[in-house]
């Protein structure tokens, strides 16, 4: 049923909650994940505009995408990682499209109508905009 299947991650607590759900069901369909991370600093926004050496931020957040990706492979799971630069809604969705992926999976942090003007809301975009399912996990409060 979903052959490939974007996790998007944040680098974050929220992804505790997303890659156990995502891996087993990963395995329960023989499933290949692409794991998706959009860096969104300033650097990253205008990296290839104003031709920018890599910032701190992306560096760790490339390390962490490999590192997760590592993980995930030693338990058994086909898994690619992504780094995309720029806006994580509109990034999310063109992966989703150039990958063919079936599926896109998303952490929820449960803001409401406040917090999503103060925060904005990638899950907004994305599940308004997607032509692929979208599953969302509600990440756990940070402990």
């Not at 969104?40 to 957040?61: C, I, P, Q």
């Not at 720029?86 to 803001?111: F, N, R, V, W, Y």
Request: charged letters at 20%; hydrophobic letters at 40%.
């Amino acid at each position: 049923m979903y052959k490939k299947i974007l996790v998007a991650l944040e680098n974050g607590h929220a992804d505790k909650a997303l890659l156990p759900h995502i891996s087993q069901l990963a395995r329960q369909l023989g499933s290949e994940l692409l794991l998706v991370h959009v860096a969104d600093g300033w650097g990253a926004r205008y990296y290839d505009r104003l031709n920018l050496a890599e910032s701190t931020e992306m560096k760790g957040d490339r390390i962490y995408l490999e590192e997760t990706a590592a993980q995930l492979r030693q338990s058994g799971l086909r898994v690619t990682a992504h780094l995309a630069l720029g806006d994580p809604a509109p990034e999310i969705l063109k992966a989703a499209a150039q990958e063919h992926c079936d599926l896109i999976a998303m952490t929820s942090h449960g803001h409401r109508f406040l917090g999503d003007l103060v925060f904005g809301s990638t899950i907004h975009e994305v599940r308004h905009s997607s032509t692929i399912p979208v599953l969302l996990v509600r990440a756990s409060p940070k402990s």
